[in-house]
């Protein structure tokens, strides 16, 4: 499974934006998309992700602000990210697990800077 993100970039705080992934390749079995974040000196973080049986899970600090959406037919998942603070700045990383197995898959990330 290969993954290709899309859609980072510079905004300033109280902005908006919306990152996208496709997931290509040979694609079988239950599976879940999700986006996760590293920043400086972090450790990577869930961000939001879909669970088994089609609901959603988010971060407290982005419940409110930030909202995933899947397209299953084009295996495509998206994060419309508003009101977006200082502390939103990382690596945005798109991940795409089969559930109940191991097989975990990530894309290469895109850069999320906001500005004061």
């Known amino acids: 499974v290969q993954l290709q993100a899309s859609g980072g970039g510079l905004v300033q705080a109280g902005g908006s934006l919306r990152l996208s992934c496709a997931a290509a390749?040979?694609?079988?079995?239950?599976?879940?998309m999700g986006w996760y974040r590293q920043a400086p000196g972090k450790e990577r973080e869930l961000v939001a992700g879909?669970?088994?049986?089609?609901?959603?899970e988010y971060a407290d600090s982005v419940k409110g602000r930030f909202t995933i959406s899947r397209d299953g037919a084009k295996n495509t998942v998206s994060l419309q990210m508003n009101s977006l603070k200082l502390e939103d700045t990382a690596v945005y990383y798109c991940?795409?697990?089969?559930?109940?197995?191991?097989?975990?898959?990530w894309g290469q990330g895109t850069q999320v800077t906001v500005s004061s």
């Open positions: 879909f669970l088994s049986g089609g609901s959603t």
């Open positions: 991940n795409f697990r089969y559930l109940y197995t191991t097989q975990s898959y």
């Open positions: 390749g040979i694609i079988f079995g239950l599976n879940v």
